[in-house]
Every structure is written in structure tokens, then in C-alpha cells.
């Protein structure tokens, strides 16, 4: 099963017409992800065909409005096209009170139960976890309460190399421990070497995901090693002061940040509507960290098939 994330929206606060406000798009390991769900969201689901009404979990990292603005519409839209199946949304906690504000304040009633989960935003912690991935969350240092997210593949099971059990007649009830990388001895006491009977199946990835945040080097514990990390990079160096007094970062210091994680490749965001291209925070990164890429709204980038 496949991990991936599509940029939505790679845009700040002001939309243009190459770039919709901060949404991201995961699927991972059969679970399905929106980071983020800025005005328009749905309109880039249908944009690049991407069917939102299987979507398990929200997140949202802070609520500057560019991160939820499009949250109540997509709400609605799934609801008229017949959704009738629960969504989990992780949010600081009064995001719940802004959603039902504005549901009950039209006398909407949802087809389908919204389940909060409240974000201490000052802390770090597990959202969801199962057999096969996990959702954690970690401080960014922003405006407002803002949070990251790290989404993560559990250690995959090895798989059975199928002509060599057969031939030497494994049986069935041990390709548990095998596939778990355990060696086994067989009722006639014969070792059963699981590196002899299985292969690995790839390493586990992950992807992290900062935005909003001033440059802050406590979040390099939650990053580091990453396989994918997307960073905001609001500005350029040229402006480094509207970077501090807005708290967000510029695209070195997103570099700096990825070169310091050791992450595997850097994926810079959330650029000031004053860009016309990413041509300047790609320079400006390269040189600190090379293996980085300014995104733009359609990107998908697979960590795994
Ligand atoms: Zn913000």
C-alpha cells in the first residue's frame, strides 16, 4: 500500500491564481489525510481528482484562517454528496466551537458525526496509531497555538519468498514469526532462518510537516531523519524582518532547519503571494541544503508504492 502526499494548496494567506491557500493531501498505508484546509480546499480535490469523501482524518495546525477557512464548505459538500460515514478531525480546541457556530447558525445537521480530538498545541503526543501507520503532533512557534505533524509508516512485515517455502516444505503456522523476522525451530528441530525465507519489504518512511513557524530549532528532535519534510518559507532573506514580526521562516532557515534534521528531501511552502515563482527561495536554500524543491499546487511526491 502506498504513502504519498499531493500539495493542495502551497500558497500564505493571500490566495492568487497559481497558488490556493495551505491544504495537503496524504494517503498513507490505506489511511487518508488532510493537512490543513484552507479556502478552496474542495475545489482543488476536484482540480486534481482526488475522491475527498474517503478522507479518515483532519488535522489542523492552527487556525489562522488560511489553515481552516475551507473547512466548513468541504463539511457541506461531503454531507449533500451523501456522506454518511464519521470524520475525526484534530484541531486546537476551538475549532470545534467555530464549525458548530457556523452549522447551527444556518441550521445545518450533518449526515455524518464530526469526532474532535483536541491538540494540546504546547505539547507533543500520538493522535492515531495502528498496525499500519501513526499520526503524531509537536509545537511549531508561531502567532497562535500552532502544531506539526509527523505521519509515519510502522515497520513493515518481511515478506514469504513463496518458491523457497514451498520447496522446503515450511509450514504455514510459522510464516508469522518469519515475517515478524524471527527465526523458528520446527517440530523436527530444524532452524528456520527468516533471512533465508523472507525479504524485506522496504523501510519504514516518513513525512513531516511544518507550517507555520518562525525558525525553531526545538523541533528538530520530531524531524529528525525524515524521509520527506515540507517547511514553510514564507519569505526570502530579503525580507527577514517581516519574517520576525510575522513569525514564519525564510527559505534558509527552512534549509538550515533540514540540513540540521538530516532529512532526505526538503519540500519549502506556504511562499508570500509577493512571488511571482520560487526561483529566489530555491537559490537561497540550495545553498545551505541541496536536495530541496519549492512545491507548487498539484505536486505529489510518493514516499513508497
Ligand atoms: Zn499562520
Redesign the pocket.
Known sequence: MNFSVTILGSGAALPTSSRKPTAQYIECRGRRILIDCGEGTQMQFRKFGIKFQRIDHILIS?L?G??YFGLVGLLSTMHLLGRKRSIDIYAPKELRNIVEAQLNYGGSRLAFELHFHEINSDQSGTLYKDDKMSIEHFPLS??VP?SGFLIKERTKERKIIGDLVQADKIKIQHFKSLKQGEDVIDEDGRLIEFKKYTRSAGSAKSYAYCS?TRYYEKVIPFIKNVDLLYHEATFTEEFIDRAKATMHSTAKQAAKIASLAEVKLLLMGHLSARYESGDKHLLEAQVVFANCEVVDDGNIYTLSK
Request: hydrophobic fraction near 0%; charged fraction near 40%; glycine fraction near 0%.
Open positions: 492552527h489562522h488560511d489553515h508561531h502567532k500552532t507555520d
